[in-house]
Every structure is written in C-alpha cells, then in structure tokens.
C-alpha cells in the first residue's frame, strides 16, 4: 500500500547547525501531514502538524515546508542543539477518511558538540 | 500527570505464553490506537477505537485482542506469543478534531525469548 517514506536514515550534524530532514509521500490524497520526535526510550512527540492548503508552517525553531507538487515534505531545525538527538518522523492523514496517520520510516539526527 | 499511560514498560516472556499490556488517558481523546515499532524503528497501525467502537484493524494476528472497557482505556491481549512479536508496542489517542495529531504513550518493550 501507499506510505510515506523518508530519505536518509542518518543525519550527522555539528551543533549551532542548521538541520534538514526530508520527507517524501506517495499518497496525493494526504491533505495532512505531521512531525513527529521519539526520543530513546520514549514515545513520539508532537513538533510540529501542516495542512495541504499551506506549504510553510513555522514554529519555535523548527519550519515545515510542505510540496504537492512533488509531495515532498521538509523539517527545518535552527541552530540545532544536543537535546535534538532523536528520530523524526514524518507522518501523513487523509482527514476526509477519519483519523488514521501513517509513518514514514524515521530519520536519527545526531548533533555533535 | 501522564496523559497516556501503558502498563508495563517492559514485558519479557516465553514463547506460548499469553500477556496484556494496558493503557489509559486522562486528555478526555475520544480515539485510542495500538502501534507497533519494529526493530527497524517503522511505526504500523495495529488497532483504532472510537469511543469503546473499534474502527480500524490492520492486518493482525488473531490472537492479538484489543479491548476497550470505556473510552479512556484500551488494553491489548495477546495470546500464544511469538518470537516475532519481539517489538515496542505504543499507545495513543486523539481528540476528535484530530487537532495536533496523535498523544503517544511511553511504550511498552515486548521481548519474547
């Protein structure tokens, strides 16, 4: 079935960086998207959600970008800190088809002092 | 407070063996779900219930169970384990505006031996 997939399942960055973690989505009826962040050990954690009448969200220090066009999804992360270290993933819902979110693989961002 | 809660942290058993792993959440959400996170880190859809109604059950063994006594608990029965079940298994649940998505629970490390 359709899903939502991420490119990269490791990023590597200095921290004070700018971070870019990227999202790709199959389903051109998704007309909801959200970022999540797990930690080890614990659940996803809400960051930061998009709807698809819009193609930038912004946030405390983090920015979605959302794409039809190419149904490419981005989550910008400024000045990246150690408490960044985790998995993000990027999740997409068709809302007209109730509440049914669907993740894409993960990405680990690690952030070296 | 925790706003979802799941009971144990960890679970290990023997192959055979039956268990249930229990969840609550006090955010008053209408819409519970089970997820399970593979070794990989991928999150899949188990189970979805809308207030004690199921509504969405993936492709899952039988012998997982899910149950929902009133709609702010749902528990997850699984019987005869396998090793295959080695896995995180989430709970969430949502408002029903679906705003901001999905509230996770800590998870619960199921390990089979």
């Known amino acids: 079935g359709e899903s939502v997939g991420l490119h990269l399942p490791t990023l590597s960055v200095q921290e004070g960086d700018n971070s870019i973690i990227n999202c790709a989505y199959s389903?051109?009826?998704?007309?909801?998207f959200i970022w999540y962040k797990q930690e080890s050990g614990k659940g996803p954690q809400f960051i930061i959600d998009i709807r698809s009448n819009m193609d930038k969200r912004q946030g405390q220090r983090v920015t979605v970008l959302l794409n039809k066009t190419v149904k490419h999804l981005s989550l910008q992360i400024a000045a990246t800190q150690p408490g960044d270290s985790a998995v993000y993933f990027c999740?997409?819902?068709?809302?007209?088809?109730?509440?049914?979110?669907?993740f894409g693989e993960g990405t680990q961002l690690t952030v070296n002092p | 407070d925790t706003a979802v809660s799941q009971t144990p942290k960890y679970l290990v058993t023997q192959m055979g063996n039956d268990k249930s792993i229990k969840c609550e959440q006090n955010?008053?959400?209408?819409?519970m779900y089970w997820y399970k996170q593979d070794s990989k880190k991928f999150l899949k859809i188990m189970f979805s219930?809308?207030?004690?109604?199921?509504?969405i059950n993936e492709t899952v063994p039988n012998r997982f169970s899910p149950k929902s006594p009133d709609k702010a608990h749902l528990n997850l029965h699984i019987n005869s384990l396998e090793l295959g079940d080695s896995a995180v298994y989430f709970c969430?649940?949502?408002?029903?505006?679906?705003?901001?998505?999905?509230?996770f629970g800590s998870g619960t490390r199921l390990t089979v031996v």
């Open positions: 389903n051109s009826a998704s007309d909801y």
């Open positions: 999740a997409e819902n068709i809302m007209t088809s109730g509440s049914r979110l669907t």
């Open positions: 955010l008053g959400h209408d819409t």
């Open positions: 969430a649940s949502s408002p029903p505006a679906f705003n901001y998505g999905y509230t």
């Open positions: 219930y809308n207030n004690k109604e199921l509504i």
